[in-house]
T-cell receptor
Framework: EPEVTQTPSHQVTQMGQEVILRCVPI?????FYWYRQILGQKVEFLVS????????KSEIFDDQFSVERPDGSNFTLKIRSTKLEDSAMYFC??????????????FGEGSRLTVL | LAKTTQPISMDSYEGQEVNITCSHN???????ITWYQQFPSQGPRFIIQ???TKVTNEVASLFIPADRKSSTLSLPRVSLSDTAVYYC??????????????FGGGTRVLVKP
C-alpha cells in the first residue's frame, strides 16, 4: 500500500538553527500538507500546497516557515530560526489522486522536532 | 468551518460496541463529516466519511441524522488495539486548493481487557 514517508524521524536542534523536514508524498497525489502536534495537544494545520504554490496557511505558518517541492517527489518544510515553542511532531500529508480530491488525507509517521 | 464538539474521553471493554457522538451545529450544506483515528506518536489515519444517513465500511459505521447537526461513529466489537484518539472533522470534500481539515480535541478511547 502506498504511503507517505517522512525524514528524519527525530531531530534535535539548537534554538535559532534552521531545520528542514522532508516528506515524500504518495506518488500520484496532487495536494500536500503540513500539520504539527505539540505533545499532548491537538493536531494543528500549518499549510496546504497545490500546483507548486501555497493554497492555504494558518496563522501559525509565519515568515519563519516555508515549504517547497524541489523536485517531483519531495515536499519540504523549512523552519528558518527555530524557537523552543517549535518543538512538536510535524506531520506531512497528501491527498487527491488523478481521480480528484477526496476527503481522505494520508499522513506520514511524523518528524519529531526538539528545540533546545 | 463548522466547529465540532465531542467527548474528551470514553472507556470501554473488549468486545463491546463504542459509539462516539460529535456535534456540529453549524455544518454547512457542502460540508462532509470525516473521522480519523490517531495512535500515540503516529499520524492520523482516515476511518470513514459521510454526508448523510449511514455509511459503513470494514472498520466502522457512521450515522448522520437528517439535520446533520451531529454524527455518531460506531466501532463494533472493539479490541485493545482500538485504544486511540478519534477525531471528528467537518469540511468541504471538494475544494480546488485542497482540503484544510481542522482537528478538534478528539475523543480518547481506552479499551480495557
Amino acid at each position: 500500500e502506498p504511503e507517505v514517508t517522512q525524514t528524519p524521524s527525530h531531530q534535535v536542534t539548537q534554538m535559532g538553527q534552521e531545520v528542514i523536514l522532508r516528506c515524500v508524498p504518495i506518488s500520484n497525489h496532487l495536494y500536500f500538507y503540513w500539520y504539527r502536534q505539540i505533545l499532548g495537544q491537538k493536531v494543528e494545520f500549518l499549510v496546504s500546497f497545490y500546483n507548486n504554490e501555497i493554497s492555504e496557511k494558518s496563522e501559525i505558518f509565519d515568515d519563519q516557515f516555508s515549504v517547497e517541492r524541489p523536485d517531483g517527489s519531495n515536499f519540504t518544510l523549512k523552519i528558518r530560526s527555530t524557537k523552543l515553542e517549535d518543538s512538536a511532531m510535524y506531520f506531512c500529508a497528501s491527498s487527491g489522486g488523478l481521480r480528484g480530491v477526496t476527503g481522505e488525507l494520508f499522513f506520514g509517521e511524523g518528524s519529531r522536532l526538539t528545540v533546545l | 468551518l463548522a466547529k465540532t464538539t465531542q467527548p474528551i474521553s470514553m472507556d470501554s471493554y473488549e468486545g463491546q460496541e463504542v459509539n462516539i457522538t460529535c456535534s456540529h451545529n453549524n455544518i454547512a450544506t457542502n460540508d462532509y463529516i470525516t473521522w480519523y483515528q490517531q495512535f500515540p506518536s503516529q499520524g492520523p489515519r482516515f476511518i470513514i466519511q459521510g454526508y448523510k444517513t449511514k455509511v459503513t465500511n470494514e472498520v466502522a459505521s457512521l450515522f448522520i441524522p437528517a439535520d446533520r447537526k451531529s454524527s455518531t461513529l460506531s466501532l463494533p466489537r472493539v479490541s485493545l488495539s482500538d485504544t486511540a484518539v478519534y477525531y471528528c472533522l467537518v469540511g468541504l470534500l471538494i475544494k480546488a486548493a485542497g482540503n484544510k481539515l481542522t482537528f478538534g480535541g478528539g475523543t480518547r478511547v481506552l479499551v480495557k481487557p
